[in-house]
């Protein structure tokens, strides 16, 4: 308040000189204001002379007085006034902020750090996202009560025009010029303003017959100081607005520290208990019941915990969660957000701490909203098991191969039927049954598809069977054949029946033009079962083809077929020599032979 009143002070000199400024350019002496119009200077004008003084230690009515002194109009002063609060206000609204006291050592804001455990609720005063600043900017509330350093401001309206910005006094009135002194301290607005309108009528008569009116509202607020002290992050006292309510104050100070209560906040007014907080009713519904606007000298006391437990594992909100008296499980599980989805819920781990050492305890979930937690007390929420109590799988050469649910007397052509069939490839004379054991170890169990498919045999699935069906394409080599010499994509290719040499040709682009169209081998792999020993390892078949590649000769190719094209006699491209050097064409130069 002091360094604001030093501003004003300030602000009101150095005006009173552009006054004088203007009052040398306008030929107005400096004894005489009466002429002056505040209106008239800008803002540029007041900046201008900003370096030139310095704080004085008048009051705020003396400089006024100065000013009416050298015949400035009343009015005229009165706006010279409003219009320098009104700059101070803008530039620095020390009067809003939230500050600590002078008297102590400001404590940076604490961020938890990665390692440590996470208690619920400390991040609301501990994240640049939620501030819990006091709204300046709102209608002044109907149970607001004025007090010194609050600012009045009064507009007369109507046949009558004025306009008073006035501070509360520290004896708690109001001087309203040529009305004087008005008690207002400890009155809420409607109050105040019944007493001001009182006041006025003997000055205003216009305001008795409707013709004159009159608005009160609250300008600049004042300050008061709060104690936050106990189990907190930052205790000592602050300075907050006099809007500001326990939420703010708690944000100021940092909230509660690892051993302050979240549950337990208690109000203090006049040494007398007055409210208490629970965040939780925050956290979990919305809720400020009891977030109370505060008084000069409130103090907030943080105590420590009595009850506070953790939950681990599968819940949504690892976290220590504290208590209330008589508080069961099922609350915390709610405040922890519940279960995760793969959270095993039939029961609950507790490691309970006994007099001596710990002890583990299981609770069933039926028993959760009858077991009251106790201090230390840790709950761990386990996972399901992966596995399936129901699986089957069917694999390979049906239509919808995948898992499928183990249903009561389930059989293998059942399975076979629900998985849309066997597919055209599939291999029927052996299908394989993988099946788990009781001591974990697989066998294999062979089944004929054939059997299965026509009744005559059939067996009964167990969990975790898993049936594979080969295809018969997949059951042997592949089949390819292969290209080779001038063609202009030589390389191997899918082979297909009734295919022949010129379908091959055209699958690998066609012919280069070097390719000889007489003479064309193809290299067949030699069949043998075994019963004779031969050398042979292929036998050769010369082929033609004509420009057109119109079928020939009615030979169609086989799996593994090897054929190559061969160049025309003779036939060569262009050579080339380079010549660089001291000659007078270096360069390319073909030859001729």
């Known amino acids: 308040m002091v360094n604001k009143i030093s501003k004003v002070v300030f602000f009101l000199f150095f005006s009173l000189s552009v006054v004088y400024s203007v009052a040398q350019q306008s030929n107005i002496s400096v004894k005489n204001l009466s002429n002056v119009k505040v209106d008239e200077l800008s803002d540029d004008q007041i900046k201008q002379f900003m370096g030139e003084f310095k704080n004085s230690g008048y009051s705020v009515e003396q400089i006024e007085k100065i000013a009416i002194q050298r015949k400035m109009p009343a009015t005229e002063a009165q706006k010279l006034r409003a219009r320098i609060e009104q700059i101070v206000n803008t530039s620095e609204p020390a009067e809003t902020e939230i500050s600590r006291s002078t008297t102590e050592t400001s404590t940076p804001r604490k961020t938890p750090k990665q390692t440590e455990k996470r208690i619920f609720g400390d991040d609301l005063f501990n994240t640049t996202n939620l501030t819990f600043e006091p709204n300046l900017k709102i209608a002044t509330p109907a149970n607001y009560m004025l007090g010194p350093d609050d600012e009045l401001v009064i507009d007369i309206y109507g046949y009558n025009e004025a306009t008073y910005k006035l501070k509360v006094t520290p004896e708690g009135y109001i001087r309203i010029p040529i009305v004087g002194p008005v008690q207002v301290a400890g009155s809420t607005i409607e109050q105040a ?213 183990l249903e009561q007397g389930m059989t293998l052509s059942k399975l076979i039927k629900k998985a849309d069939g066997l597919k055209e490839d599939a291999f029927t004379t052996r299908a394989i049954v993988y099946r788990l054991l009781e001591d974990n170890s697989t066998e294999i169990i062979s089944v004929d598809l054939n059997e299965i498919l026509n009744g005559s045999k059939d067996i009964e699935l167990k969990r975790e069977d898993m049936i594979t069906i080969n295809s018969k394409l997949a059951l042997k080599e592949e089949y390819n054949i292969e290209i080779k010499g001038e063609v202009l994509n030589p390389g191997k290719y899918p082979y297909a029946e009734n295919a022949r040499v010129e379908d091959l040709i055209v699958a690998a682009g066609g012919l280069k033009e070097n390719a ?50 061969y160049s025309i006699p003779g036939y060569s491209t262009q050579k080339t020599i380079r010549i660089e050097g001291e000659v007078n064409y270096p360069g390319v130069f073909a030859i001729s032979s």
């Open 516 to 565: 000889s169209r007489k003479k064309i081998e193809i290299a067949r792999r030699f069949m043998n079962d075994g019963s004779v020993v031969s050398k042979e390892s292929a036998t050769i078949i010369n082929y033609e083809v004509t420009e057109d590649l119109k079928n020939t000769k009615d030979i169609h190719l086989e799996p593994f077929d090897l054929i190559t094209v």
């Open 193 to 405: 303003k019944r007493k001001i309108i009182t006041q006025l009528r003997g000055i205003y008569s216009e305001i008795s017959q409707g013709n004159t009116s009159v608005n009160i509202t609250l300008g600049a607020i004042r300050s008061i100081k709060i104690h936050i002290i106990g189990e907190v992050n930052t205790p000592g006292t602050y300075t907050l607005p006099s809007l500001a309510t326990v939420f703010n104050a708690l944000y100021a100070s940092g909230g509660p520290n690892q051993n302050g209560s979240f549950r337990n906040i208690m109000i203090i007014r006049n040494g007398k208990p007055l409210a208490n907080i629970d965040i939780y009713d925050f956290l979990m519904k919305g809720e400020l019941k009891n977030n109370i606007r505060l008084n000069d000298q409130d103090v907030i006391k943080i105590p420590a915990y009595e009850t506070r437990v953790e939950l681990v594992g599968e819940i949504k909100r690892p976290a220590f969660y504290e208590c209330k008296n008589g508080e069961p499980l099922s609350a915390l599980i709610k405040y922890a957000g519940g279960y995760t989805d793969v959270a095993y819920k039939e029961r609950i781990k507790v490691t309970r701490n006994t007099g001596k050492e710990k002890s583990v305890a299981d609770i069933p979930n039926e028993m959760l909203s009858m077991f009251i937690p106790q201090t230390g007390d840790v709950f761990e929420i386990g996972k399901i098991i992966s596995r399936y109590e129901n699986r089957v799988i069917i694999n390979g050469a049906v239509f919808r191969p995948g898992t499928y649910a």
